[in-house]
């Protein structure tokens, strides 16, 4: 068992478990995310502590105001009262037992000690009834507070750039930041907890300085050990979980994948079940042996301080004894003295484990704090230009575009022009900037150099909710939201009132009203297998639903990456026709797919390559280049459809 505090960075990175390395391709223990909190640790002090506790308690404070005023006024009131009445209370037993220690008989003594013991009865009962309050107000207070961080929490990750979403060092702070919500909630039990620790031990301490001066320094010295170890043991929790994070979303990654519908068929068939579990397995031992580290570093460190808290209860009896001894204090003295040093020092120990507990779940809020400022700076910018509602014309000028983290450009000195009422098609091989590009489109991310101009005006200084709203997506990945029918297509527009013509109109459009008919609650049917009475879609049908979304949307630019990917023959036809027909009644149609067959009556075709746009023209232009992509791309997909029948052959 260790006790030394040895700083961790000189600790000797341990190498990547197995799994780390097999699953995740390296260390998930991260000693750099752990530097991003050493000034955190370094003022885990008492000189810290002291200084920045008033701001962090603050901080709740404001939290508690917002979330619920009342009850906050409520537990302030019981537990000043609380503090009061506990002061009156020592003084009162003071009194009795001076009166109890007095001359005269038994009779005298008890009739003395009378008054102050009705005072003392109806202090004790005034303190439960505050202490009642109190809690009931702490009761009602701490899950508001906790809805209110979670709020702001929440709030503030689903308005950050999708770049912020896509970044790993983002993810950690949203990871460290998610007990914040808990710890403020937490707090505000510790800040009750403190407060009554600090009147109960001014109550003491005024007790005890009037008895004698030198009885207040000794109770201190009784304190000090408690609080170094609890100070110590903290900060070391808090550190190893700073730097254990990571590894814990993994573990708790690989668990969740064991359960998950998506991967359900694979874990069954392929297999994948065992070795995930054993996996998972290992990354939980290496954790526990975390966890027995830190048990073990925290057993040694309470004996620690219990053996010198013991040597200073000695010290503090032994100066009590010489100070009784010497006739610098009356025996009636005495025992009032022992009953303050013992309820001063419980209370002294308390508000320290209080004030510790405060400090740790302050680390945690103050991560909270943390991501709230980074998510606004890298939230989606408000305001800006005024963006035609019906643009005629949109036009990439010599974009680039990279990825962060990556070398190679996505886009690379892309221009080209998408015009008002056109079917546009994003053709090209994998990995060539397809979805890249209408992405940017969208407004999701913005060009590194060139610009994107709707009718001139360029969309990344334009007013972003005026950009978004005037585009309707169907991403290849679309979402399968685990809602109702109705609402997986009127989501397409969540801010609107529902309008059943409308609704009706997107679910023929795309076809997902034959769907919802065969549903047994029609539109009401959940589609969710995971909760009860909820029924799964197939891919096609979920596609459906997806592209009724969009229409639903009825935004001037529709980007449909891979619509029909999941669509049969008969299906995707439909579609094609249905996304053309929308063309003809001025919506632009933004088409990224792979089927050449589909984009024949494009009006305008672009081939990507690498990140470059190559070719672009109608199907026929394109197809009378001799040597060009398109023509290569397209002859080797109608080639597989010319081909005459492969027999097959058992092996
Ligand atoms: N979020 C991302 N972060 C980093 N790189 C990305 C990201 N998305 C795509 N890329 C990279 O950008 C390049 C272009 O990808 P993009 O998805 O635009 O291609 P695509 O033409 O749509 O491909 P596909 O036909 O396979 O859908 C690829 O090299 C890809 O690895």
């Given at each position: 068992m260790r006790i030394g505090i040895r700083r961790r960075s000189e600790q000797k990175p341990e190498p990547a478990s197995e799994s780390e390395e097999l699953l995740f391709g390296g260390r998930l223990r991260y000693d750099t995310g752990w530097s991003q909190h050493e000034k955190a640790f370094l003022d885990l002090s008492l000189v810290g502590m002291a200084r920045k506790l008033p701001s962090l308690v603050g901080g709740t404070i404001r939290l508690a105001w917002r979330a619920?005023?009342?009850?906050?006024?409520?537990?302030?009131?019981?537990e000043i009262g609380q503090g009061i009445a506990q002061a009156v209370g020592l003084v009162v037993t003071n009194r009795i037992l001076q009166a109890l220690f007095a001359a005269g008989s038994t009779e005298e003594r008890l009739r003395a000690a009378l008054p102050s013991l009705v005072v003392a009865a109806t202090v004790a009962v005034l303190n439960a009834v505050l202490a009642s309050g109190s809690t009931a107000g702490t009761g009602r207070l701490e899950p508001k507070v906790e809805r209110v961080a979670t709020e702001q929490y929440l709030d503030r990750a689903a308005r950050v750039e999708l770049s912020a979403i896509e970044d790993a060092q983002f993810h950690r702070l949203l990871d460290s930041a998610q007990f914040g919500s808990q710890s403020a909630r937490r707090m505000i039990g510790a800040c009750v907890a403190a407060l009554n620790g600090i009147f109960a031990f001014a109550a003491a301490a005024g007790v005890l300085t009037v008895l004698h001066p030198v009885l207040l320094p000794l109770l201190a010295l009784i304190a000090l050990p408690r609080s170094w170890g609890a100070l110590r043991v903290s900060r070391r929790r808090y550190a190893s979980?700073?730097?254990?994070?990571?590894?814990?979303?993994?573990?708790?990654?690989?668990?969740?994948?064991?359960?998950?519908?998506?991967?359900?068929?694979?874990?069954?068939?392929?297999?994948?079940?065992?070795?995930?579990?054993?996996?998972?397995?290992?990354?939980?031992?290496?954790?526990?042996?975390?966890?027995?580290?830190?048990?073990?570093?925290?057993?040694?460190?309470?004996?620690?301080?219990?053996?010198?808290?013991?040597?200073?209860?000695?010290?503090?009896?032994a100066a009590l004894a010489g100070l009784l001894l010497t006739g610098r204090m009356q025996f009636a003295v005495a025992g009032t003295a022992v009953f303050a040093i013992r309820t001063g020092s419980a209370s002294l120990a308390a508000l320290v484990m209080h004030v510790n507990?405060?400090?740790?779940?302050?680390?945690?809020?103050?991560?909270?704090?943390?991501?709230?400022?980074?998510?606004?700076?890298?939230?989606?910018?408000?305001?800006?230009?005024?963006?035609?509602?019906?643009?005629?014309?949109?036009?990439?000028?010599?974009?680039?575009?990279?990825?962060?983290?990556?070398?190679?450009?996505?886009?690379?000195?892309?221009?080209?022009?998408?015009?008002?009422?056109?079917?546009?098609?994003?053709?090209?091989?994998?990995?060539?900037?397809?979805?890249?590009?209408?992405?940017?489109?969208?407004?999701l991310y913005h060009p590194d150099s060139g610009r994107i101009a709707w009718d001139g005006i360029d969309s990344a200084a334009a007013d972003r909710d005026q950009l978004f709203s005037r585009i309707a997506l169907v991403t290849q990945d679309f979402q399968r939201w685990?809602?109702?029918?109705?609402?997986?297509?009127?989501?397409?527009?969540?801010?609107?009132?529902?309008?059943?013509?409308?609704?009706?109109?997107?679910?023929?459009?795309?076809?997902?009203?034959?769907?919802?008919?065969?549903?047994?609650?029609?539109?009401?049917?959940?589609?969710?297998?995971?909760?009860?009475?909820?029924?799964?879609?197939?891919?096609?049908?979920?596609?459906?639903?997806?592209?009724?979304?969009?229409?639903y949307r009825a935004a001037p630019v529709l980007i449909c990456d891979e619509p029909t990917s999941a669509l049969d023959p008969r299906a995707e036809l439909e579609t094609f026709d249905k996304i053309r027909g929308l063309a003809a009644h001025g919506q632009t149609v933004i088409l990224v797919t792979h089927r050449l067959s589909s984009v024949r009556d494009a009006d305008v075709i672009y081939v990507l390559h690498h990140g470059r746009l190559v070719e672009h023209g109608s199907h026929e232009e394109l197809l009378a280049r001799p040597g060009g992509r398109y023509q290569e791309l397209f002859q080797m997909q109608a080639a597989r459809y010319q081909a005459s029948p492969v027999s097959y052959e058992p092996q």
């Open positions: 619920d005023r009342g009850a906050l006024i409520t537990v302030g009131v019981c979980l700073q730097m254990w994070i990571e590894h814990a979303r993994a573990g708790r990654l690989i668990g969740s994948l064991l359960t998950e519908n998506s991967a359900a068929q694979e874990v069954r068939v392929h297999g994948v079940g065992p070795f995930l579990l054993g996996h998972f397995r290992t990354m939980s031992e290496a954790s526990e042996a975390e966890q027995t580290r830190l048990a073990d570093d925290k057993a040694g460190t309470e004996l620690f301080a219990a053996a010198l808290t013991g040597a200073a209860s000695l010290a503090t009896y507990q405060l400090y740790e779940e302050a680390l945690f809020v103050a991560d909270l704090e943390k991501l709230i400022a980074e998510a606004d700076r890298r939230a989606i910018p408000t305001g800006g230009l005024d963006l035609p509602s019906q643009p005629k014309e949109i036009r990439f000028e010599n974009v680039t575009f990279t990825y962060p983290g990556r070398d190679i450009p996505a886009l690379d000195d892309v221009t080209l022009s998408i015009p008002a009422g056109a079917v546009v098609a994003l053709v090209g091989e994998n990995g060539s900037g397809k979805s890249t590009l209408a992405k940017l489109l969208a407004g685990p809602f109702t029918a109705r609402t997986n297509i009127t989501v397409g527009q969540p801010g609107a009132p529902t309008t059943n013509g409308r609704l009706q109109q997107a679910a023929d459009y795309s076809g997902a009203d034959s769907v919802i008919d065969a549903l047994p609650n029609g539109l009401r049917t959940l589609l969710a297998r995971q909760f009860q009475g909820g029924v799964e879609l197939s891919g096609g049908q979920w596609q459906r639903f997806g592209i009724a979304r969009a229409r």
